[in-house]
């Protein structure tokens, strides 16, 4: 994957940046996460979509179709817990 330039990248931000996402299969690197729906919170300099999996971490993926695949929000609603990750200003789990 070649490095973006800027507006390449603020491309790709705009495109990406809160869309619910499934990464699509073939990718033996990102085989762990199939299945899951995550949100994009992001997409950095270098092209890839920082996802919140929901499981307390985010994940870079490069930001494109061959990776990703956008998931209806209908979709996403049962299978994407926006409280369970820790990218929250208060997260219910802080103690």
Not at 5 to 14: I, M, N, Q, V
Not at 15 to 31: C, I, L
Not at 57 to 63: E, F, L, N, R, T
Not at 88 to 94: E, S
Request: no cysteine.
């Amino acid at each position: 994957m070649r490095f973006p330039t800027y507006d390449e990248s603020e491309a790709l931000k705009r495109a990406w940046t809160d869309k619910f996402v499934r990464v699509k299969s073939g990718h033996a690197q990102y085989e762990r996460f199939a299945g899951k729906v995550g949100r994009v919170v992001t997409v950095n300099y270098n092209g890839k979509a920082l996802i919140d999996f929901a499981d307390g971490a985010w994940y870079d993926v490069p930001a494109a179709d061959a990776y990703l695949e956008v998931v209806p929000d209908e979709e996403a609603k049962g299978k994407y817990d926006a409280t369970a990750n820790s990218a929250q200003k208060l997260p219910a789990r802080q103690g």
